[in-house]
């Protein structure tokens, strides 16, 4: 790829995943703020010190490279980083990147929009790591290791909880002594980068749902959910960390606090309970099996099926909590790994929500993943939108670039 236009690099790293996307700013975006930069390549990394694999492909589908390696070999996310940037820098040549957009979890009641990383903000950002132990150390990795290498380039972080700023403060309370809640301790609300394009994505797609009361379900292996009105965050399923809310993948969601003080009590350590809210609850600890949604609809065993009906059980109750917030809602949006490609998960939640709220799916363009799934005669529609928090990520990036004078 070479071109005479600019490219950012967008860097998600997660918490066993780096992923690296290659973005081109058109000419038009020199002037214009909401043209979407376009997506040339992308590579990501996955099972990180366990059993990695890269691929990276180029946007028409053309692939790069795919391969295996040793656990030893990627044995962490500095490692990580280097081999994925070496093998898009040949998707790059002779087009060296002029700003790196980094997906970041936390931002804290700091930061409410993307920002220029400087010494500043790294050292808030370093302050947020225990609200977010899975994901804000490996961010923060990918900063540091990209100033390492080329200090002068321009950096940029977005924040999965900027799009939830400005909250009522009835939303953002817990029921703890006030001056915990002046001091930080607070309901934030995450997966803001998706929200963020869903909200943008919906104008395009169906503006009278828009400007409306929607509540959009991002499900993936992290999972929340979060209510709109006309566009703006209103509500959301997390708080202050990402462990609140829905059961996940390997997160346990809202549980009882008492159970926490109770296992403390029996001699578990912080770090231990920490390990287990964070990777051995949710669907895995659940069905003993796997963190996999597919892994479980795919299996015979009790348990399995015990953790789908738990999580799709929790997820209407989720949405009835929502629906009290905007007092009803309009339309109901799946979006991620599992919203967006689970017929059956999608169904499951949704038989919920049928008497109370008058959600009836259409079997046929449910199994068919068709952008609208409800039946004519739903009382709220049901949509499926694919979400792209990467291309929000560069949209923020080339912003902030412009504001800097790189445009």
Same mark, same amino acid.
Do not use: M, Y
């Given at each position: 790829m070479s071109t005479s236009h600019p490219v950012i690099l967008v860097v998600n790293a997660g918490s066993s995943s780096v992923k690296v996307s290659i973005y081109v700013v058109p000419d038009d975006a020199h002037h214009n703020v909401d043209i979407q930069p376009t997506l040339a390549a992308h590579g990501q990394i996955e099972g990180i010190g366990v059993a990695p694999r890269l691929v990276a492909k180029m946007a028409d589908g053309r692939e790069v490279t795919d391969q295996r390696f040793p656990a030893e070999q990627v044995p962490d996310h500095n490692a &990580?980083? +280097?081999?994925?940037?070496?093998?898009? !820098? $040949? &998707?790059?040549?002779?087009?060296?990147? #002029?700003?790196?957009?980094?997906? *970041?979890?936390?931002?804290? !009641? %700091?930061?409410?929009?993307? $920002? +220029?990383?400087?010494? /500043? #903000?790294? &050292?808030? =950002? %370093?302050? =947020?790591?225990? =609200?977010a132990p899975l994901h804000q150390p490996h961010n923060l990795t990918a900063i540091r290791a990209i100033r390492g290498a080329a200090p002068e380039l321009l950096q940029v972080a977005c924040f999965d909880t900027a799009f939830h700023a400005g909250h009522d403060p009835l939303t953002q309370l817990m029921a703890l002594p006030y001056e915990y809640f002046e001091q930080g301790v607070r309901r934030y609300g995450f997966h803001g980068l998706s929200y963020a394009y869903i909200a943008r994505r919906l104008r395009q797609v169906a503006p009278d749902l828009a400007s409306g009361r929607v509540i959009v379900a991002h499900l993936g292996n992290g999972a929340s959910l979060c209510a709109m009105r006309d566009g703006k965050s209103i509500d959301s399923t997390m708080g202050l960390t990402a462990l609140d809310g829905m059961p996940m993948g390997t997160r346990c969601g809202s549980i009882d606090p008492g159970a926490v003080l109770y296992l403390a009590a029996q001699g578990m350590d912080t770090d231990a309970i920490q390990s287990m809210l964070y990777g051995q609850s949710g669907l895995k600890g659940i069905s003993g099996i796997s963190s996999d949604m597919r892994a479980l609809l795919d299996s015979d065993s009790l348990r399995a099926k015990l953790a789908v009906d738990f999580y799709a059980w929790r997820s209407a109750q989720e949405i009835g909590k929502l629906a009290v917030t905007l007092g009803g809602f309009d339309a109901l949006v799946f979006t991620a790994g599992i919203g967006a490609n689970s017929p059956d998960v999608r169904a499951r939640i949704c038989a919920h929500l049928t008497d109370l709220f008058g959600v009836s799916l259409d079997a046929a363009a449910n199994? /068919?993943?068709?952008? +609208?799934? !409800?039946?004519?005669? !739903?009382?709220?529609? *049901?949509? $499926? =939108?694919?979400?792209? /928090?990467e291309g929000m990520i560069a949209l923020s990036t080339a912003r902030i670039l412009r504001e800097n004078g790189g445009l």
């Open positions: &990580a980083f +280097r081999l994925i940037r070496l093998t898009l !820098s $040949v &998707a790059l040549r002779d087009t060296p990147p #002029v700003a790196i957009g980094h997906r *970041v979890v936390h931002g804290g !009641s %700091e930061f409410a929009d993307a $920002v +220029r990383i400087d010494d /500043e #903000v790294i &050292a808030k =950002l %370093e302050a =947020l790591v225990p =609200l199994a /068919e993943n068709c952008q +609208r799934v !409800s039946r004519d005669a !739903s009382q709220v529609p *049901v949509l $499926v =939108l694919p979400t792209d /928090e």
